[in-house]
């Protein structure tokens, strides 16, 4: 069992930046591939980005790349989301998951990112 606890969001003005944390329980995270997703109401989750158990592999949608970075530190069972020139269309609950195979296993209780237009 894995629980997930974001952290970090709030009120950001366009352009400016933020920092997700993600805190996982249990003593097995670093065997997961943790991704961050985000929601708006009306809309189906959307991945926005992954890292794999080790931190050696990372994936990004299109419409973050080169903008958001996603870490992890293994050590402190923690995952990151650093967003930078972040854009009113970015403004969403954002969630942090867990997955041993294709499918996310575990889900935080997301956390509230706004960007004033």
Known sequence: QVQLVESGGGLVQAGGSLRLS???SGR???VYTMGWF???PGKDREFVADI???GARTYYADSVKGRFTISRDNAKNM???QMNNLKPENAA???CGARLEATYDYW???NQVTVPS
Do not use: D, E
């Open 38 to 40: 985000r929601q708006t």
């Open 108 to 110: 935080g209780q997301g």
């Open 79 to 81: 995952v990151y989301l």
């Open 52 to 54: 794999s158990y080790n």
């Open 28 to 30: 097995t995270f670093s």
């Open 22 to 24: 993600c805190a996982a």
């Open 93 to 95: 609950i954002y969630y």
